[in-house]
């Protein structure tokens, strides 16, 4: 049941949800085909205009390329995926984070998943982390907004009922690396020869900002006091292979994708990730997910609170203090020095790349 739908809508089980609210994007609308009616959720559109859709067919409700998120569940193996779709680097703005926490309780409200795999759909990029062009000269209204977005998709993700499994194709610096520390398991890949290896970590110092406390302490639960210490202050992205050995990742995936693609992953990939039906992360991913979701759910689940619910508690305790921090520090003249500094040497990388 892919989120992007060609065929009618006949039957009166769906579930539609509104993910992307910027204005030229159309409404993203998931169906969930099979649900009782009791439980068809419908939100932000009303009665007449869902009449309306219903009405056309057949129907392409939204094109995969205008949604920030893809999602599709599998309710046989009951596995789903959640995927950022934000070119060029899934850099978290306001909109992708909210889409992010939306779809993930959409995947949530159905009772017969029990894992979901975070992805995306850029094979090189898994998140660049935050849009950095969300915190430069930024408005009052919108800079503690976008802080509270990125602070919801992390306790979504951590307290998540779903077991929650990285697949990290490619870079994950910063914000990038928290979605993959708030999920239960992470498999990296390999990278593609020494010039071409992916990176994880925090490099928020490189950049002249500190991560917050409740990212740091991600890290210090990660891998460890003193090894979170130091990457923390020198703002280290691990490669792969020492992503793995300090416990960054749990797993790194070194073969090359096969030329035969895996008929589950067909079937679980959204359309926008029908690309890597033959990747070796994609396939362990699933295999982990499917794994857990064999768990009895209330062991799982308790299992999961026994060790996060006290972070989870601490993180919604300071919050507001939290958000009052990030708003201050970063509009503070030096930050914004540093930043935009970081932002001109980014671009000027980007150019040099493409010339
Ligand atoms: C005690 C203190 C207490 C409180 C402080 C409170 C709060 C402080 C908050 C700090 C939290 C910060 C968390 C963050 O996430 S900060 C963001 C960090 N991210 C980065 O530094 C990543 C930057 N990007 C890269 O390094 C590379 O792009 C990357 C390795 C991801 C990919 O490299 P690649 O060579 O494959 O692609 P590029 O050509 O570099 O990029 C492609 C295009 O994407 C644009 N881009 C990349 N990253 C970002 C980003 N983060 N935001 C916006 N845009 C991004 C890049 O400019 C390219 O664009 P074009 O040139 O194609 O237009």
């Given at each position: 049941?892919?989120?992007?739908?060609?065929?009618?809508?006949?039957?009166?089980?769906?579930?539609?949800?509104?993910?992307?609210?910027?204005?030229?994007?159309?409404?993203?609308?998931l169906f969930y085909a099979g649900h009782p009616p009791h439980q068809t959720m419908i939100s932000s559109l009303s009665a007449r205009h869902i009449a309306r859709i219903a009405?056309?067919?057949?129907?392409?409700?939204?094109?995969?390329?205008?949604?920030?998120?893809?999602?599709?569940?599998?309710?046989?193996?009951?596995?789903?995926v959640l995927a950022m779709n934000r070119p060029p680097a899934n850099s978290l703005s306001l909109e992708l984070n909210e889409a992010i926490s939306t779809s993930l309780k959409q995947i949530e409200s159905n009772p017969k998943i029990q894992s979901v795999i975070l992805a995306s759909s850029n094979p090189t990029i898994f998140s660049a982390g935050l849009d950095i062009t969300?915190?430069?000269?930024?408005?009052?209204?919108?800079?503690?907004?976008?802080?509270?977005?990125?602070?919801?998709?992390?306790?979504?993700?951590?307290?998540?009922r779903l077991a929650t499994v990285a697949a990290i194709q490619g870079h994950a610096p910063a914000a990038g690396c928290m979605l993959a520390l708030a999920c239960d398991y992470r498999i990296m890949h390999g990278g593609?020869?020494?010039?071409?290896?992916?990176?994880?970590?925090?490099?928020?110092?490189?950049?002249?900002?500190?991560?917050?406390p409740w990212m740091g302490q991600l890290m210090v639960r990660t891998i460890g006091f003193r090894p979170a210490e130091r990457a923390l202050a020198l703002g280290t992205l691990f490669p792969p292979s020492e992503a793995l050995n300090a416990g960054v990742v749990d797993d790194v995936i070194t073969e090359q994708s096969s030329s035969e693609s895996n008929e589950v992953l067909k079937a679980l990939l959204p359309e926008a990730l029908q690309s890597q039906t033959s990747n070796p992360v994609m396939i362990k991913a699933y295999e982990e997910a499917a794994c857990y979701?064999?768990?009895?759910?209330?062991?799982?689940?308790?299992?999961?609170?026994?060790?996060?619910?006290?972070?989870?508690?601490e993180m919604q305790?300071?919050?507001?203090?939290?958000?009052?921090?990030?708003?201050?520090?970063?509009?503070?003249?030096?930050?914004?020095k540093n930043l935009m500094k970081y932002v001109e040497k980014m671009k000027q990388r980007g150019k040099a790349k493409k010339s």
């Open positions: 049941m892919s989120s992007t739908v060609d065929s009618p809508i006949s039957s009166s089980k769906i579930q539609i949800h509104q993910l992307d609210r910027l204005a030229p994007r159309s409404a993203f609308l009405r056309q067919q057949p129907l392409r409700l939204f094109s995969s390329q205008d949604s920030l998120v893809v999602t599709n569940v599998h309710e046989e193996s009951g596995v789903a969300e915190l430069i000269s930024p408005s009052d209204e919108r800079l503690p907004k976008f802080w509270n977005s990125l602070q919801q998709v992390y306790i979504d993700l951590y307290g998540s593609h020869g020494e010039e071409h290896l992916p990176t994880i970590g925090f490099n928020e110092t490189q950049l002249g900002i500190a991560a917050p979701a064999k768990i009895p759910p209330q062991a799982r689940v308790a299992s999961k609170l026994v060790t996060r619910s006290e972070s989870l508690k305790m300071t919050r507001e203090d939290d958000t009052q921090h990030f708003c201050g520090f970063i509009t503070h003249e030096v930050v914004q």
